[in-house]
């Protein structure tokens, strides 16, 4: 079968590889039918994630139909035919962690936990298409994919929703959700979202279905924005206005209420002195991840705000506020998403119609372009948002 | 977890390695104060390279009774024998290039060293041989109660399904089991083993029967974990590595880091416990032998044959 393949840094390639066999008992064989590419895919290919190896491939949002399932799936949860999202954190739904929906963080689905740990203090949840780090298990950027412990995960949609409707259930709306989610928005709270790429998008449209006064869209790329502001919200570009004025100006002074970081490791920064620093401490390894998103987020909250971060952190980070933080009563919420506890309910407000997750997507292209894909999105041409690739 | 390594406090008492070690310091000393008077008393000539010799010789001296009277460990032994087999070579130069003066202490320096070397490789090799009991503890907790997991546990012939290192436990009486564990170097290694204490829901523990090759013990206790969260259970292994000190280096050199493995092997006990079997990747298709296997299969399906070779 065909499947995008991670070939060195900053390179990937369409390969010819095996077909995907059953390993465990209660595996499932996808045919996949709609797959994308995620941001943090971005992260795997420049390298800043360790432990990826040649040949790996990529991809953790993914859907299509069930044809083949293993032996230990029983009374029907999963039957060959059905049509399934797949969660990118793969959870046993058993171990404490699953108990208190605490998906990302299954205690039981990472083969190299022991690795894991080292980077981490406690090992995390398998993920598909994402480094051994999270256990080497095959990504969905392919024809055909395995889903493991798949009557613990796999959604099953029943209705006739089309494939764009439902994919990004998978990773990117629920995670934006969850953004929202982790806000504990009140009556009248104004939410700041740093980043307007798809999940940061998505945290938006989660932050106004979950209530939020004002939401307020930060970003560089005037293409983003445009795309925020036509959905109602308020937009700052970090390269021409100084966003912590322009936060006061826009709360009455008081600061954000809750301010939600979906940048994650790889940000860039207005001032290209302080981006520098930081770049070049990335480039020697001596931080792994630049955190001028989390450190203005953090700066700009009002006083007992909450601070929620769903961009993603590998490793370690320099000069983060902790006064700020500390003397100001911030909360800092954060980890990778628990898709399995949020599917269903998001299903049902794409079904209400309360959420269109299709809004995001401005590339189609089948599986073989995958690297072109990559390079759309990683470059930010021809105004790209979100890549869906067919196979 | 931790090792306990009780050699160091045994051999602390150990005369012939406190003997050792006053020995090098006796020697050290002169060798570092006078190393001019010493070469002569050695009957070598007192040149520049002669005397920085007996000085780099005085430190090492020196070290080594640091090492055998501080903390003391077989390595210092070890490092001693060398030291004897550096210092044979110089005098058998020294022989060998000698005008003639002094020969006879040069002879009987070399005498003494041959000697000294002797107790040394003799104290080496016997303080070594029983130095390494190693204990090993782990611990996780399992969203079970006490009794499911002490059955899980109980059935002795599914251990090697989650401990790396057996491959085979046959039940062979009601108290009695034979174990085949492979060992570095791949050879295997094969021991009968007595239940010795059995309390449903609570405690298992073993012993290897007399005439082990590894004499080894262990225990698991199940505890009730604190908020209804299941049980904690709790490992110890204690076993005498073959080949001691250097066996437990040659294994760690090997990839089979023995605090990690045990971990590991509780981890796996977790899975089966909680979903019924070892997770494996297409980068880890081995399961229970993934550790081994960095760097890993690319993250992609197997072919055929590794499929074969994967699951067998």
């Known amino acids: 079968m065909k499947a995008n393949c991670w070939t060195g840094r900053n390179s990937v390639e369409v390969q010819d590889v095996p077909e995907p066999s059953i390993l465990n008992s209660r595996d499932a064989i996808v045919k996949i039918t709609s797959t994308a590419i995620c941001g943090s895919d971005l992260h795997l290919l420049d390298g800043y994630v360790p432990t990826m190896q040649k040949g790996d491939i990529m991809g953790h949002e993914f859907m299509g139909e069930v044809v083949e399932v293993g032996p230990g799936i029983t009374d029907g949860k999963l039957r060959v035919g059905d049509r399934v999202v797949v969660p990118f954190p793969i959870a046993c739904g058993a171990c404490a962690s699953c108990r208190a929906e605490l998906y990302s963080c299954c205690e039981n689905t990472n083969p190299n936990a022991g690795i894991s740990e080292k980077f981490f203090g406690h090992p995390t949840a398998g993920i598909y298409g994402y480094s051994h780090l999270t256990g080497g298990f095959a990504g969905g950027q392919a024809e055909y994919a395995r889903v493991v412990l798949a009557d613990a995960n796999a959604l099953r949609i029943e209705s006739d929703l089309g494939d764009e409707q439902v994919l990004f259930l998978s990773d990117i709306l629920p995670t934006g959700y969850m953004g929202a989610d982790m806000c504990d928005i009140q009556e009248g709270d104004v939410v700041a979202v740093w980043g307007a790429g798809p999940v940061g998008q998505f945290a938006m449209d989660s932050a106004r279905v979950l209530g939020a006064e004002k939401v307020i869209a930060i970003d560089k790329e005037t293409y983003r924005l445009d795309m925020a502001a036509a959905q109602g919200y308020t937009t700052i570009n970090f390269e021409d206005t100084d966003v912590r004025s322009a936060l006061l100006e826009l709360t009455g002074g008081r600061g954000p209420d809750k301010c939600v970081d979906a940048v994650g490791m790889e940000a860039t920064h207005g001032a290209s002195h302080v981006h520098l620093y930081d770049r070049a401490k990335q480039a020697v390894r001596s931080e792994t991840d630049r955190p001028h998103a989390l450190r203005q987020a953090i700066l700009s909250c009002r006083s007992g705000g909450v601070v929620s971060v769903i961009g993603v952190y590998g490793g370690l980070i320099d000069k983060f506020p902790a006064g700020a933080w500390m003397n100001r009563s911030l909360t800092l919420r954060t980890g990778q998403c628990h898709v399995q506890k949020y599917m269903k309910p998001l299903l049902g407000l794409i079904e209400q119609g309360k959420i269109d997750p299709t809004r995001v997507i401005t590339h189609r292209l089948p599986l073989t372009e995958a690297p072109t894909g990559y390079d759309v999105f990683k470059n930010k041409k021809d105004r790209c948002e979100k890549v869906v690739l067919t196979p | ?312």
């Not at chain 2, 306990?4 to 050290?28: E, I, K």
């Not at chain 2, 002669?50 to 005085?58: F, L, N, Y």
């Not at chain 2, 001693?80 to 058998?92: E, H, I, S």
């Not at chain 2, 005439?211 to 259970?233: K, L, M, Q, W, Y």
């Open chain 2, 1 to 312: 977890m931790k090792t306990d390594n009780r050699s160091t406090s045994r051999l602390r008492h150990d005369p012939l390695v406190r003997g050792l070690g006053w020995a090098s310091a006796l020697l050290g000393v002169p060798q570092v104060a006078a190393p001019a008077g010493f070469a002569r008393v050695l009957g070598v000539d007192d040149t520049f390279r002669h005397r920085s010799a007996t000085t780099a010789v005085g430190v090492r001296e020196l070290a080594a009774a640091t090492g055998l009277l501080g903390r003391p460990h077989p390595a210092w032994l070890w490092g001693r024998v060398g030291g004897d087999l550096m210092d044979l070579t110089m005098l058998t130069r020294a022989l060998k290039n000698h005008d003639g003066r002094g020969l006879g202490r040069t002879v009987a320096a070399t005498a003494a060293v041959t000697a000294i070397t002797a107790t040394d490789v003799y104290a080496a090799v016997t303080r070594t041989r029983r130095s390494a009991p190693m204990e090993l503890t782990a611990a996780t907790t399992v969203a079970q109660s006490p009794d499911e997991v002490y059955a899980l546990w109980r059935d002795l012939e599914r251990l090697p399904d989650f401990m790396a290192h057996l491959d085979e436990v046959r039940v062979t009486g009601p108290r009695t089991s034979h174990w085949r564990a492979g060992a570095p170097f791949g050879k295997a290694v094969e021991w009968d083993a007595e239940t010795t204490q059995d309390v449903p829901g609570r405690l298992i523990a073993w012993q290897s029967v007399d005439g082990a090759e590894i004499d080894n013990s262990g225990e698991v206790r199940f505890a009730p974990a604190p908020g209804g969260r299941g049980t904690e259970i709790r490992v110890t292994l204690r076993y005498d590595l073959p080949g001691g000190a250097l066996g437990k280096a040659a294994a760690r050199y090997f990839g089979e880091e023995p605090h990690q493995q045990l971990d590991d092997d509780l981890r796996r006990f977790k899975q089966i416990a909680e979903t019924g079997e070892v997770v494996r990747s297409e980068g880890a298709p081995g399961g229970k032998r993934a550790r081994g296997e960095f760097p890993q299969h690319p993250a992609r399906p197997l072919t055929e044959d590794e499929l074969k070779e994967a699951l067998a």
